[in-house]
């Protein structure tokens, strides 16, 4: 975990000094998913209602969306094994997160001094990984179906109502997923966006929400008044 | 016909009024038919392609003297030829003529995203528009009747206008004008329905096949091509056509209570963060007075 070592202070006005929360590769994973995602989810909304049509407008029409969403929805699936490699370990669910799942309630009403303390990621963090890592599997294998929807026989027509129906939910599942995040990663937690940005969060941040990653990479017990 | 918008009824991915819905009433057109009396020429299936502009390209011969297999996006009129076993063993072929099927209510149409790819005019006719087709292939999973047909080339989707340039103009379908039987009529919906129950009767009272009947299926609406058949009970056998054609219920769902609850799902989700925000607002540390991580 040599990666997350302290970084030399910075004047930014907080004291102290920062930890680096995600590398720069990481960072660089995180924001190309984002950008592969955006745009399938862009033109998919385009494709999924009438009221949503004018958005393929914004990424050049009709025919032009039609012809990206399925290449960018692989991009996407690629961009998704990336983050899985880097992260399945950190992924998996701990003691820690049963403990925190009971107690969510004070995370939801930010009633933090009640929380049990987290890893590096948090419940929720790590249902919202597995919510698109499989997501992005059943919608690429569906998608499949509806790329090449007129090579499928008539006889295993079925497999076109079945892609549509597996396609629709898993993007639908994703998108409530999405919403969360982009909620939390911008407005809710304060820092947190700056920290896929720039990569480094405050130590008082660290010890807030993650605090037994913050005493894993800084090999510390937080100070006690 | 695509430009005299007073003349369309419906709208494929469209959100808003339909110019032509309500404002206009005409005939409903409609072709009948006779498989009774079809001989398997193929006139029709030249015409076609004479009519549309199309030459005749590489098929794929099926044991059979059916033209290929299925039709395509550049051969949207195919006879179909099936061997049919009678109940006393003999054999008989039966010959219908395929092509899209002008439903009253299209599947293609309901199941199309993009604004006004596909079109429904005020005489029944439901026809594609190019321009407006974005390649996405969702008609080939709203049609029953598997008519709708991809040209990889243009990405654009196509299928049987049943004329509606020569309708237009007062002209019979190019396929009709072929027909050296007459098996094929051209006309209003329901004067072609009551020339087909009549013909049917006469096959059952005078000709004794029993099971003589017309075929429009009331799953789609009613189709604006419409078959006398030797055993309406067995459609089936002419070449699958299908006995009770409808809109797939996946599709239907998909186009319409899925589609009200996955938008209120998103704008819930939306209202949800946002009144969470009111309420609870972001979690801020302060460093200086969380020093010590928020332990108590």
Known sequence: MSSHAISSPRTTGQAGERILRYTLVERVHHWMGALFYVYCLITGLAFWSPYMYWLAALVGGGPTARFWHPWLGVAFAFSMFWMYKMWRGDMATTEADLRWRKAVNHYIENDDQNLPPEGRFNYGQKIFFWLMFYGVILLVISGIGLWFVESIPWSLRWLRYLAVTVHVSAAMATIGGFIIHVYMGTAMIRGGFTSIIRGEVSVAWARTHHRLWYEQVTGKIPPRR | ?296
């Open chain 2, 1 to 296: 016909m695509s430009q005299a918008t007073l003349q369309i009824v419906k709208i494929s991915g469209h959100a808003g009024p339909v110019p032509g819905a309500g404002v206009e009433r005409a005939e409903q057109v409609c072709k009948l038919v006779d498989t009774t009396t079809c001989i398997g020429c193929k006139a029709c299936e030249v015409a076609c392609l004479e009519w549309n502009g199309y030459t005749f390209t590489e098929t794929v011969f099926d044991n059979s003297y059916q033209t290929m297999p299925e039709t395509t996006w550049n051969y949207w009129n195919l006879i179909k030829f099936n061997e049919h076993e009678r109940e006393d063993g003999s054999v008989t072929l039966l010959m219908r003529k395929d092509q899209c099927m002008h439903c009253a209510e299209p599947g293609c149409l309901a199941a199309c995203p993009a604004d006004g790819a596909i079109v429904q005019y005020s005489n029944g006719i439901v026809d594609f528009q190019q321009a407006n087709c974005i390649g996405c292939g969702y008609c080939v999973s709203g049609c029953p009747f598997n008519i709708p047909k991809f040209n990889s080339a243009t990405k654009k989707m196509f299928k049987c206008t049943l004329c509606s340039d020569r309708v237009s103009e007062g002209l019979e379908p190019a396929c009709i004008k072929s027909c050296p039987t007459g098996c094929l009529h051209f006309g209003t919906k329901d004067d072609m329905k009551d020339l087909a129950e009549t013909r049917a009767k006469q096959l059952r009272e005078n000709f004794g096949i029993e099971k003589a009947g017309v075929y429009d299926p009331p799953g789609v609406g009613g189709t604006g091509v419409i078959y006398v058949l030797h055993d309406v009970t067995n459609p089936e056998a002419y070449g699958g056509l299908p006995k009770d054609p409808h809109i797939p219920w996946v599709v239907r769902f998909w186009k319409g209570p899925a589609k009200w609850i996955g938008n209120l799902a998103m704008l819930g989700g939306i209202l949800g963060v946002t009144l969470h925000y009111f309420r609870y607002g972001p979690k801020e540390v302060d460093s200086e007075t969380h020093e010590n991580g928020g332990q108590p």
